[in-house]
């Protein structure tokens, strides 16, 4: 499994923005392979964190590649004032059930 956590700091949005975001968010979440994700706001910062999970490098390799991703890469400059992206495999996940997580049911607990 991975993730791919697309950090950013909040910049002017406009009607584009929301169409484009909506668009990709739909491409993403019909990808064979992509098992949810989750939004952080750090409060001290206003960074805003996307964590996205996938069951394999080719499926989020299918999002990174489609022409959708690819024109909000080349637009981000025009609604956010900065960006990194982390992409990670995940080693281990666990919990206790008490909350629920797009992970939760793909591996055993420990």
């Not at 989750?38 to 299918?62: C, F, H, K, P, R």
């Not at 609604?79 to 591996?107: K, S």
């Amino acid at each position: 499994m991975y993730t791919s956590t697309f950090t950013f700091a909040k910049g002017d949005y406009d009607a584009d923005f929301f169409a484009l975001d909506d668009r990709i968010a739909a491409i993403a979440r019909a990808i064979p392979g992509y098992l949810g994700e989750e939004t952080w706001e750090n409060a001290a910062n206003g960074l805003i964190s996307n964590v996205y999970y996938w069951d394999s490098m080719e499926a989020l390799q299918q999002l990174m590649s489609h022409p959708a991703h690819r024109e909000a890469k080349q637009a981000q400059a025009k609604w956010l004032r900065g960006y990194q992206v982390v992409i990670a495999e995940v080693v281990r996940t666990y919990g206790d059930g008490g909350i629920a997580h797009p992970l939760a049911e793909t591996t055993p607990a420990h």
